[in-house]
């Protein structure tokens, strides 16, 4: 039996041996298609030869290309698992013919190589050509037809038309566009063929009769009125799904079957603790349970691929966009795992081992940091685990009550259960936030239940509090046939957004509303500022006011010719003056709005037509520069040190110190940070000149190995800063110092986290970095002057103080505690009867939370019987109060009294909430002040529930 790699292998060599270059696959991140979120077919890296606007030095070409398809109408991630053909990342061969051979060579070519070169039966294959369209004034494609027939051994009446809908492939609405023709294959039994004809079945979604390879072909342009005009050279674009030829060849019913997958399929039964789980063949349990086991290997094993190769291209697991696709598939292959295969613990980074040792030889980008790739799958299943199974738990302590809600036979038993359930409530209360009416709250979630959907609230309490991806909710809740509210969902999304965007705390204005006054010709500048910090007789081109939402009027000019920086890739704008015989105003900011570079002014001149001399502020300037140089130096250094992993994600350059945030899935050593910034230094003192070249081709560039700053767009020329090409080469717009040592010297301040797999470094440069040297020599020496005498080092003189300090720290502690072991013999002696009850009350000075529950231990102990004791403390500076409420054993046992029912009321009032168990519990809340108040009231609460 041929392997994959030796199947994808005879693929290449048959194209290349008729003259077609083997090119890698691109990227699963399209670089050239800012409408598509991932690849999703061979074409992709080709759109631009279709469109005309680019081309290639060869016009043939065959590949594999990785394609991902998650969303739109290409989603298949609802169907993986539940059957053995659909996958999310999956591998399309592929060849392309650019304005080459055309339907004859095309056809031929594919009926050799599937019936000569892989010994597919004839018999077995149908080939379907486009019907032609009246709408699109198209006859039928006869040319395809025709050379189905007379280049190929095929049965004439497995040549079958159909329509525009299976037979016509077009890019978009408009665009490059053709007739195609696919392959099938009848993989039935000779008895069911015999029985029915597998011309019937061909597009009749039967999964045994299934397309294998599609050739289409490229010869239209749509336009804008749907009508079709030739194109003047014609493509030939053809995709074949690997996983689907491989199982065919390999005579598997299933894909998972093959041995793309059955690697995958056998570590996952590895990790499982089913004793009873031996392989995938052999998973144990009873039928169902077999069956659900099946289910949960197969989604592993797909989303493990997808989640290697994803990140592998780049694509952390994130909250947006991209990265919020793979955390879903990530998380929905978790939660398989965690349900079905008691994989309580990270398991996938070990799956995504296999994915990488099978696959690297075609695909070595796995290979290049795994890891880096195994720490993001762990930090990310870490991430997810946490709150796993607490979701679990909600989801699985609701449904019940939906399910029986929904049936008008056990709805009035299930209210009856729900009113009593406390639990349940309090669950559903962390849902219904914006309800505090007990009744309400069951009303509403009865009225989703009825119709056996989980509530919009819930799903939304799922994601935000829990981090199940909806659409995850969405298939927990198919699994128990029900649904999710979705209308609601995304209400209450929609409003979590509009609560974010409220509360930012930035102005804007839009261009449209606020229109330029044109004072010249053009408002095109012409920047000079790399050479110069000061321009004299320039003039302004135009100028606004526009209103920002604060209210404030802001003054904007645009000059025909400006040294002055706007803000862009991370570099701060310059300020400084702007100034002629009869005005002198300064120039607060310098933005890019557009291709405009736009100046913030204090006020407009007068006379617009004056020529004015604009000076940037050339001492800030130089701290600018001095700290964006610096900041290609730290990333280089960070990569030389961590590793290639490390990309750019973010970057501030002021004047008084930088930011930058990188890529990196722990914390940054001290050692490391000492290697580092001794690796920048080291070249800061070798004072390596700049190297600056203009207008150099974006793929030359690249592929001497500059560094594209995060978030920046580049144009077909870029410009390259380089400190030695060696060390550090990047496209880069910004200022930068002439030679390293220009900068003097660099110290790092801080390092944290931002994000998951985001650090981010602060730094200082040149003269802010001295200065920062002096503070912390002079914050030493102050340290140093506490003490008459040093014979040791400084830390350790220290080290040994505060250890002194905190054992006195405990005996002043116990010395407290055993005081207020005092004061409980006081409160219980002072206790007051109400009805037969003692109440003990007492508040405590200046505790927390975990010493008050202490005391009300022991509280509990010197109470006799049928008491009940409150303590209280609070602190006026921090906010914060806390209770602790013990019952007798003789009150609980006969569930007259609920210590946690007690702080329960008693937190509502001070703006908190709290519990614990029947004989102990704790709240805290917000509002120390009213702490005397409600200690007042615990007679009349505890009598109340006395009755």
Known sequence: MKSANQIRDEFFSFFTEKDHTLVPSDSLVPG???????????????????????????????????????????????????????????????????????????????????????????????????????????????????????????????????????????????????????????????????????????????????????LVFIQYNALENGSLEPLSAKHVDTGMGFERVVAILQEKTSNYDTDLFLPLL???????????????????????????????????????RTVAFAIADGVLPGNVGRGYVIRRILRRAVRFGYQTLDLKEPFLSSVVDVVRASMSGQFPELDKNPDYVDRIVRAEEDSFLETLGTGLQYFERIVPYIERL?????????????????????????????????????????????????????????????GFPVDLTQLMAREEFITVDMDRYKVLMDEQKSRARASASFSMTTEDSNEWQSISDTMDSEFTGYSSVSERGVRIAAVRSTETEKGEVRHEIVLDRTPFFAESGGQVGDVGRLTSENYSGEILDTRRTGDKIVHVVDALPEDFNLEFEASVNADRRSRIVKHHSVTHLVHAALREVLGPHVAQKGSLVAPDHLRFDFSHFERVSPDELRQIENRVNEVIQSNVAKGEELDVPIDDAMARGARALFGEKYGDTVRVITFDPNFSVELCGGIHVDATGEIGLFKFVSEGSVAAGIRRIEGVAGSEAIAYLHREMDELGRVRGQFKSLQRPTDEEVSDLLSANKKLEKELSALRIHAMYADLDRLVEGGEKIQDTTLVVGELDGLDMNTLRSLAEKLKDKMSSNSVGVLGTADAKAGKVYLACCVSTDLVEKKVLSAGEIVGVLAKELGGGGGGRPDLATAGGRQPAKLGEVLQSVASVVGEMLG
């Open 406 to 466: 929904s049936s008008s036979k056990k709805k009035k038993s299930a209210l009856e259960d729900l009113r009593k359930d406390k639990a349940t409530l309090d669950l559903l209360k962390k849902a219904y936030v914006d309800l505090t009416d007990r009744d309400l709250i069951i009303e509403t979630f009865t009225s989703a239940a009825e119709r056996g959907t989980v509530s919009g609230e819930i799903g939304f309490l799922l994601h935000d509090t829990y």
């Open 266 to 304: 056998d570590r996952v039964a590895e990790l499982s603790p089913h004793s009873d789980l031996k392989s995938y063949d052999s998973p144990g349990g009873s039928e169902e349970e077999a069956e659900k086991r099946r289910v949960a290997m197969r989604v592993i094993a797909d989303h493990a």
């Open 32 to 214: 050239n298609d800012p409408t598509l979120l991932f690849t999703n077919a061979g074409m992709n890296q080709f759109k631009d030869v279709f469109l005309d606007t680019g081309s290639r030095d060869y016009n043939r070409a065959v590949d594999t290309q990785k394609c991902l398809r998650v969303s739109g109408k290409h989603n298949d991630l609802d169907e993986v698992g539940y059957d053995t053909y659909h996958h999310t990342f999956f591998e399309m061969l592929g060849n392309w013919s650019f304005g080459d051979y055309f339907k004859k060579e095309a056809v031929a070519w594919a009926w050799e190589l599937l019936t000569e070169v892989w010994g597919i039966d004839p018999d077995r294959l149908y080939a379907t050509v486009h019907l032609g369209d009246k709408k699109l004034e198209l006859d039928a494609d006869d040319e395809a037809a025709q050379y189905w027939k007379s280049e190929t051994t095929i049965n004439p009446e497995h040549v079958l038309f159909f329509d525009s809908k299976d037979n016509f492939w077009m890019m978009g609405d408009t665009g490059p566009c053709g007739p195609c023709s696919e392959v099938h294959i009848d993989l039935r039994s000779d008895e069911e063929r015999a029985e029915v004809p597998g011309e019937t079945l061909v597009n009749a979604d039967d999964p045994r009769v299934m397309e294998i390879w599609n």
